[in-house]
T-cell receptor, first 117, second 106 residues
Framework: GAVVSQHPSRVICKSGTSVKIECRSLDFQATTMFWYRQFPKQSLMLMATSNEGSKATYEQGVEKDKFLINHASLTLSTLTVTSAHPEDSSFYIC?????????????FGQGTRLTVV | AQRVTQPEKLLSVFKGAPVELKCNYSYSGSPELFWYVQYSRQRLQLLLRHISRESIKGFTADLNKGETSFHLKKPFAQEEDSAMYYCAPLRDKLSFGAGTTVTVRA
C-alpha cells in the first residue's frame, strides 16, 4: 500500500518551545493531508485538513495559531505546535489519501508522541 | 449532528468463538463506511470498506441503512485478531468511533 511517514516518532520538549512534526507521502502525491490527535485510550480527533498550496482548514475548537500547518509540497505537510504546554502532550497522527488508489482509503503515519515538560 | 458510536469499549472472546463489533452512525446523506484496525505497536490501517463487500482476514461488515449500522463480524476469532478496531464514516472528512479493543484469549 501507499506509505506515509511521520518524523519524529517521539519528541520531548520544554514548556514554551515550539515543535515541528513532519508528514511525508513517500510513494504518492497528496494534495490533502489530515492531522489527528489521540489522547490515551481515546479515539482519533481530526484537528485540521492540510491543503497543498493553500491554507489549512481547522476543525472547530482547534487554535490555528497554536497548531500551525504548512503544506508546501505535494509530499510534505508539517504541523508546528507553538509555545507548547503540558496539555499539548499527546499522540499526533497524520494521514493522506492516494488519488491513484481511488482517494478514499486513508493511509496513516506511525504517529508522533509529544511530551511537553 | 454527525456521530458514530461504538458501544463496546472492550471485547474479550476465546479463540474460535465468534466476535461482533457494533457500529452505529448518524449522518445526513450516505457516508462511505470503513473499519480500520490498529495492531499492537503498528500504525492504523484499513481493514475493510463497505463499498467493496469483501472479506478481509475472515471479517465481514454488513451495512444496514435502515438501522444505520455497520457491524463487524468474524465467525471464528484468532489470537492475531487482538487489536483496536475503529468504525470510520467518510463524508468529506474521515471520522472515527471511540474504538473497541478486542482481546482473543487462547
Amino acid at each position: 500500500g501507499a506509505v506515509v511517514s511521520q518524523h519524529p516518532s517521539r519528541v520531548i520538549c520544554k514548556s514554551g518551545t515550539s515543535v515541528k512534526i513532519e508528514c511525508r507521502s513517500l510513494d504518492f502525491q497528496a494534495t490533502t493531508m489530515f492531522w489527528y490527535r489521540q489522547f490515551p485510550k481515546q479515539s482519533l480527533m481530526l484537528m485540521a485538513t492540510s491543503n497543498e498550496g493553500s491554507k489549512a482548514t481547522y476543525e472547530q475548537g482547534v487554535e490555528k495559531d497554536k497548531f500551525l500547518i504548512n503544506h508546501a509540497s505535494l509530499t510534505l505537510s508539517t504541523l508546528t505546535v507553538t509555545s507548547a504546554h503540558p496539555e499539548d502532550s499527546s499522540f499526533y497522527i497524520c494521514s493522506a489519501r492516494d488519488p491513484g488508489r481511488g482517494n478514499t482509503e486513508a493511509f496513516f503515519g506511525q504517529g508522533t508522541r509529544l511530551t511537553v515538560v | 449532528a454527525q456521530r458514530v458510536t461504538q458501544p463496546e469499549k472492550l471485547l474479550s472472546v476465546f479463540k474460535g468463538a465468534p466476535v461482533e463489533l457494533k457500529c452505529n452512525y448518524s449522518y445526513s446523506g450516505s457516508p462511505e463506511l470503513f473499519w480500520y484496525v490498529q495492531y499492537s505497536r503498528q500504525r492504523l490501517q484499513l481493514l475493510l470498506r463497505h463499498i467493496s463487500r469483501e472479506s478481509i482476514k475472515g471479517f465481514t461488515a454488513d451495512l444496514n441503512k435502515g438501522e444505520t449500522s455497520f457491524h463487524l463480524k468474524k465467525p471464528f476469532a484468532q489470537e492475531e485478531d487482538s487489536a483496536m478496531y475503529y468504525c470510520a464514516p467518510l463524508r468529506d472528512k474521515l471520522s472515527f468511533g471511540a474504538g473497541t479493543t478486542v482481546t482473543v484469549r487462547a
